[in-house]
């Protein structure tokens, strides 16, 4: 039977990578496609930190962008914002009521941000409580997400547990977390994990001349042209190994094992350069297209938040009769 996914993705800013992509975004396109599926930019979680308006509506319009570029424009899967859908504020204030302030104080979000001794505001606090709106509202039972989100599903199935036996009426479903074990962690230009944080990334949507950069950086060791190089502790060679074919894979191999055939490390980042450029360009052209059609982006946007408007509406209307509220 399918399932009702969702996910939601934080307009921050920063832009997608191949670690990303690999671990959690074409892993989550697998399991949507077959599923009953939404995905939506979680603009009001991002107002706890962005607080400019062009920031936070362009880093949004970009973040649609992105996912339609990868999804497609015409996937079923519904992508939508947050802030579109009119009653998720109001669940929120709901369920915040049945919402014990001692499991508040245990999220590790607030924990880091009270660590650093951050001036936290009431939403970084709130946090889990609007992501369990986001979840609940519309009866979803799956949740993709990645390892650091883990508690924040335990929370909001808390949260439902504690409705449900206040009100006396299983109102809420209690959602899963679906946490995608990748392989193997994709290593960035230095070798260490890919991470914005390390600024070790090659971005998905980079130019061709940000990718060049990027991938000519890579970190090798220094061994000559004609050596016989070690292909398995090599970064370069890890890349090709996760973005090519198996025969091709092993073509490259045997280079780096023979002597004397004038293959070096900068001939190895070029197969690479080629590689990605070929494995990426359908995203960046549908990217590009998209940014040349705004409208169409908006449209598809305003079509998902009808969708989901509907859902939640039902829900609500649950929600209201169990509460005594209008
Ligand atoms: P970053 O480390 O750049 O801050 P995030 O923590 O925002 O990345 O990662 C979002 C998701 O992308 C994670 O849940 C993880 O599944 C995936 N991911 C990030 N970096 C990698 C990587 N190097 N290899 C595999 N998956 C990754
Ligand atoms: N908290 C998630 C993150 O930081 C984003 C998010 C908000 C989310 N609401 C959600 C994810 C609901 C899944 C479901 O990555």
Not at 158 to 172: G, M, P
Request: charged residues 25%; negative net charge; contains cysteine.
């Amino acid at each position: 039977m399918s399932k009702k996914i969702i996910t939601g993705v934080k307009p921050t800013g920063s832009s997608m990578h191949l670690g990303n992509l690999m671990g959690a975004i074409l892993p989550l396109k697998n399991v949507a496609e077959k599923n009953d599926a939404a995905i939506f930019i979680a603009d009001l979680h991002a107002i706890t930190s962005v607080k400019n308006a062009d920031t936070l509506r362009d880093q949004s319009f970009e973040l649609a962008v992105e996912y339609f570029s990868i999804f497609g424009i015409d996937s079923d899967v519904k992508i939508f914002r947050q802030s579109d859908i009119h009653d998720i504020p109001k669940l929120m204030w709901i369920i915040a009521n049945v919402t014990p302030y001692s499991l508040m104080l245990r999220a590790h979000s607030f924990k880091d941000a009270d660590a650093k001794e951050l001036d936290i505001n009431m939403w970084v606090f709130n946090y889990p409580i609007l992501m369990a709106a986001d979840i609940i509202g519309y009866g979803c039972d799956a949740v993709p997400v990645g390892k650091d989100q883990i508690q924040h599903l335990e929370m909001t199935r808390d949260i439902v547990r504690s409705f449900n036996k206040t009100y006396k009426k299983e109102i809420f479903i209690e959602p899963e977390a679906i946490v995608t074990e990748w392989l193997a962690t994709l290593p960035g230009t230095d070798g260490r994990k890919m991470s914005k944080s390390y600024d070790n990334f090659i971005g998905v949507f980079d130019d061709e001349k940000t990718m060049k950069k990027r991938v000519m950086s890579i970190v090798t060791d220094s061994l000559w042209v004609d050596e016989i190089k070690d292909p398995d502790t090599c970064n370069v060679f890890a890349l090709i190994n996760v973005f090519w074919t198996p025969d091709e894979v092993e073509n490259i191999r045997q280079k780096y094992l023979t002597p004397n055939i004038g293959f070096g490390y900068g001939h190895a980042k070029s197969v690479l350069l080629d590689i990605l450029q070929r494995y990426l360009s359908g995203y960046r052209k549908a990217r590009e297209n998209l940014l040349k059609n705004p409208e169409i982006v908006e449209e598809k946007l305003r079509l998902g938040a009808i969708e989901m408007n509907k859902r939640l509406d039902a829900k609500m209307q649950e929600v209201r009769e169990v509460v005594g509220v209008n």
